[in-house]
């Protein structure tokens, strides 16, 4: 069975300064998908961003950026310049892609990223 | 846009009672999940659906049921409401192709079992 697991509960950063959660996974599987999603206050979750496993790239968007490393089943995010509205609950996120039962979206137990004025 | 709609945001129930959350989504997505949001515990998987009348038991199905009879409706039941099934509960779809691989949420139901 898959699994994600993130190991810090909490993260605290200053403003404009990087921060980077991390997350771990595991899965017999060669083809799938990795997220991170973000839950402010509000309670609606925002995907933050996507890494597919079979490319090689890391992803990126604006200032958030992932490092994957499929080997290590390792899949971190790093957060450049953070800012206040960057506050929130993050979601490491794994799902499988041969179609069915594999489709399955599994979530780790997320962190909590606090920021500093 | 993308909309994921939960019947209700905020639900109380006494123990015993058969309870129904309903998820409607309009993307027609191929998957639609359930979970429940607990305090350092993550969103843990309930059950999800692949398709119409399919469905794959999750992490923690004990004590649930769910009902998929249209593509676009998924309903989680609880068979008989306890009150460790107090919890934040989300519902979320996601397309079947590599093109629509972001998943979306409904806002969530609140339910408190009294």
């Known amino acids: 069975a898959q699994t994600v697991t993130q190991s810090q509960p909490e993260m605290s950063v200053q403003e404009a300064e990087t921060v980077t959660l991390s997350c771990t996974y595991d899965?017999?599987?060669?083809?799938?998908?990795l997220f991170w999603y973000k839950q402010p206050p509000s309670r609606q979750m925002i995907l933050v961003i996507r890494?597919?496993?079979?490319?090689?790239q890391n992803a990126t968007e604006n200032r958030f950026s992932v490092n994957f490393q499929k080997a290590a089943k390792s899949f971190s995010l790093k957060i450049s310049d953070s800012q206040l509205g960057d506050a929130a609950m993050y979601f490491c996120?794994?799902?499988?892609?041969?179609?069915?039962?594999?489709?399955?979206?599994?979530f780790g137990t997320g962190t909590l990223l606090a920021v500093q004025p | 846009d993308v909309k994921v709609t939960q019947s209700s945001r905020y639900l109380v129930k006494r123990t015993g009672e058969k309870v129904f959350l309903e998820c409607v989504q309009d993307?027609?997505?191929?998957?639609m999940f359930w979970y429940r949001q607990d305090p350092g515990l993550g969103l843990r998987l309930i059950y999800f659906?692949?398709?119409?009348?399919?469905?794959e038991k999750g992490d923690i199905p004990e004590g649930y049921s769910v009902s998929r009879e249209k593509k676009e409706r998924f309903s989680l039941i609880l068979e008989s409401a306890s009150t460790n099934q107090t919890s934040m509960y989300l519902c979320?779809?996601?397309?079947?192709?590599?093109?629509?691989?972001?998943?979306?949420f409904g806002q969530g139901t609140r339910l408190t079992v009294v």
């Open positions: 899965t017999s599987e060669s083809d799938y998908y």
């Open positions: 890494q597919e496993a079979y490319k090689q």
């Open positions: 979320a779809s996601v397309g079947a192709d590599r093109m629509n691989t972001e998943a979306f």
């Open positions: 659906s692949y398709d119409v009348k399919m469905k």
């Open positions: 993307m027609d997505h191929e998957n």
């Open positions: 996120a794994y799902r499988g892609w041969w179609g069915g039962a594999t489709n399955k979206l599994i």
